[in-house]
């Protein structure tokens, strides 16, 4: 026979601990090493990142920024519940029992990404951002390459542009890219 029992007027702070604590199952991660590529699954997403159920059953947290280099406002660009994903193992608190994975490391390096463009083509990509005194668009050209465009009124983040890659400077990981 089960009970069920109900609670309310939590605190947010009280909240936000059980919230956390309902993707803790299990403790393996002893086993566990840095850099260690293994498979998982989404099991959970917040603003801040997305929980990640391991193969070997412990569940890890990927922060959003270790989802993309690309500026991203939303984990749910990237993954998706019951999504299977591969993540590389980029942290583990042992005394505390949480383990920190990254998901954009296995999408190359900047070199690797930055080889599949050539300079003078005209690409698609995505807005991902606007700097402030409007200095530039940051457009994705993949999840681990973006490019900064000059400003141009009536771009709009998430939305996907043509644009030319005018300069590839890989010393400085930088591309720079013309709306068209």
Same mark, same amino acid.
């Given at each position: 026979?089960?009970? *069920?029992?109900?609670?309310? &007027?939590?605190?947010?702070?009280?909240? +936000?601990?059980?919230?956390?604590?309902?993707?803790?199952?299990?403790?393996? *991660? !002893?086993?566990?090493?840095?850099?260690?590529?293994?498979? =998982? /699954?989404?099991?959970?997403?917040?603003?801040? @990142?997305?929980?990640?159920?391991?193969?070997?059953?412990? #569940? =890890?947290?990927?922060?959003?920024?270790?989802?993309? /280099?690309?500026?991203?406002?939303?984990?749910?660009?990237?993954?998706?519940? @019951?999504?299977?994903?591969?993540?590389?193992?980029?942290?583990? !608190?042992? !005394? &505390?029992?949480?383990?920190?994975?990254?998901?954009?490391?296995?999408? @190359? #390096?900047?070199?690797?990404?930055?080889?599949?463009?050539?300079? @003078?083509?005209?690409?698609? *990509?995505?807005?991902?951002? #606007?700097?402030?005194? +409007? &200095? =530039?668009?940051?457009?994705?050209?993949?999840?681990?390459?973006?490019?900064?465009?000059?400003?141009?009124?009536?771009?709009?983040? *998430?939305?996907?542009?043509?644009?030319?890659?005018?300069?590839?400077?890989? !010393?400085?990981?930088?591309?720079?890219?013309?709306?068209?």
């Amino acid at each position: 026979m089960e009970y *069920g029992i109900k609670v309310e &007027n939590l605190s947010s702070k009280t909240q +936000n601990v059980l919230e956390k604590n309902k993707y803790k199952k299990v403790w393996n *991660g !002893d086993s566990l090493q840095e850099g260690q590529i293994l498979n =998982g /699954v989404v099991k959970g997403i917040k603003k801040y @990142g997305a929980f990640i159920e391991l193969e070997q059953g412990d #569940t =890890g947290l990927v922060y959003i920024e270790d989802l993309s /280099v690309a500026r991203i406002k939303s984990p749910e660009e990237r993954l998706k519940i @019951g999504q299977n994903v591969k993540v590389v193992v980029k942290y583990i !608190d042992r !005394d &505390n029992k949480k383990i920190t994975l990254s998901y954009k490391e296995l999408f @190359g #390096t900047w070199e690797e990404n930055a080889q599949k463009f050539k300079e @003078g083509v005209t690409v698609k *990509g995505i807005v991902r951002e #606007t700097e402030k005194c +409007n &200095n =530039g668009i940051f457009i994705e050209l993949t999840p681990n390459l973006v490019g900064l465009a000059e400003y141009k009124e009536g771009m709009e983040y *998430g939305k996907p542009v043509d644009v030319y890659i005018k300069k590839i400077i890989p !010393d400085r990981h930088k591309v720079k890219l013309i709306i068209v």
